[in-house]
């Protein structure tokens, strides 16, 4: 088979006798390096994502072998894809979306799905089960704790529904993950788009904390939140699309969204944080602002949201 220069193979730079477990290796690879999260360019992103979803498919595979080969297949011209401008991560700008003979697309805009619910195939998951924002309900784990665990969860799912969801109308809350890289669970998962924060809480009493990246103290008392760095090494593996970071939200017995106070202590030059540690107010403006000013974050990512649904299993 003669390949051109556009072919999933060549976008991969897989040969077209690959394995399953090249091309795995192949997409994460290419994946981090196009992601325009890393500085990489949002259209070959997408052929890249596009690729990968072929060829990892057995059925479909066979069909575009089959039809490259014949010489049917045609590749999707460029100015029929998205574009999207995304700020640099970080920025409190949301990113936009631009589609041939559209305008801009915000956090804020409907949302669109990837791929689109356009009748051709059968859909990953239903549309009214990709449609809903919250999916989920914290998991009663053990017996000791139990109800004030699930209390302090209700309340964090409180907060992302009633003060990030409505913000973001494609953003996608699933509840009571189990971690793909041990027995532990992920209280919260929160997708928007390319982007993933995951979301653990923790209930203490009202005053000013310190956080020194690794404890939080509070004059003599020293306390270790529950551990989520290496949760969301394991997602980021596991969905190397995305970016992924992490969440430990402080919560106050008082309710009040700005206690308890939590001070940063400055980490040393070109320190890397995988895990923020903020009170409520903090969890809500900080999520708000890390989906939203991602690349398209009007987007519901369905390959991405049914994996979630299905516990990564």
């Known amino acids: 088979m003669t390949e051109r220069s556009s072919s999933h193979y060549q976008v991969l730079k897989v040969a077209v006798t690959a394995t399953d477990k090249e091309i795995k290796v192949a997409y994460r690879r290419a994946a981090r390096t196009a992601h325009?999260?890393?500085?990489?360019?949002?259209?070959?992103?997408?052929?890249?994502?596009?690729?990968?979803?072929?060829?990892?498919?057995?059925?479909?595979?066979?069909?575009?072998?089959r039809s490259y080969a014949s010489g049917t297949y045609r590749d999707t011209p460029a100015d029929n894809e998205p574009h999207f401008d995304a700020p640099p991560a970080g920025s409190r700008a949301s990113a936009t979306v631009h589609r041939p003979g559209s305008g801009r697309y915000t956090a804020g805009d409907p949302p669109i799905y990837t791929p689109p619910y356009d009748g051709t195939g059968v859909p990953l998951i239903p549309l009214a089960e990709a449609g809903q924002q919250v999916h989920g309900m914290p998991r009663k784990r053990g017996i000791f704790g139990a109800e004030a665990r699930i209390q302090r969860e209700m309340r964090?799912?409180?907060?992302?529904?009633?003060?990030?969801?409505?913000?973001?109308?494609?953003?996608?809350l699933i509840n009571g993950l189990q971690s793909p890289a041990d027995n532990s669970h992920i209280?919260?998962?929160?997708?928007?788009?390319?982007r993933l924060a995951l979301v653990n809480s923790m209930l203490l009493p009202q005053g000013a904390y310190a956080w020194n990246g690794s404890t939080l103290n509070h004059g003599a008392r020293t306390i270790a939140p529950p551990r989520l760095d290496?949760?969301?090494?394991?997602?980021?593996?596991?969905?190397?699309?995305?970016?992924?970071?992490?969440?430990?939200?402080?919560?106050?017995?008082?309710?009040?969204?700005?206690?308890?106070?939590?001070?940063?202590?400055?980490?040393?030059?070109?320190?890397?944080?995988?895990?923020?540690?903020?009170?409520?107010?903090g969890m809500v403006r900080g999520i708000k602002e890390f989906l939203a000013s991602g690349p398209a974050p009007n987007t519901v990512n369905v390959p991405v949201l049914a994996r979630l649904l299905r516990g990564m299993h």
């Open 36 to 65: 325009p999260d890393h500085g990489g360019d949002a259209a070959t992103f997408r052929r890249v994502t596009a690729a990968y979803e072929t060829l990892i498919d057995p059925q479909r595979r066979k069909a575009y072998d």
């Open 156 to 172: 964090t799912v409180q907060l992302l529904t009633r003060q990030v969801l409505p913000a973001i109308p494609a953003a996608r």
């Open 187 to 194: 209280d919260h998962a929160v997708l928007s788009g390319y």
């Open 230 to 281: 290496h949760l969301v090494r394991a997602m980021q593996d596991i969905f190397p699309e995305l970016n992924v970071t992490g969440w430990t939200v402080v919560l106050s017995p008082s309710g009040n969204l700005h206690e308890p106070v939590i001070d940063h202590h400055r980490r040393p030059a070109g320190a890397l944080e995988p895990v923020q540690i903020v009170n409520g107010a």
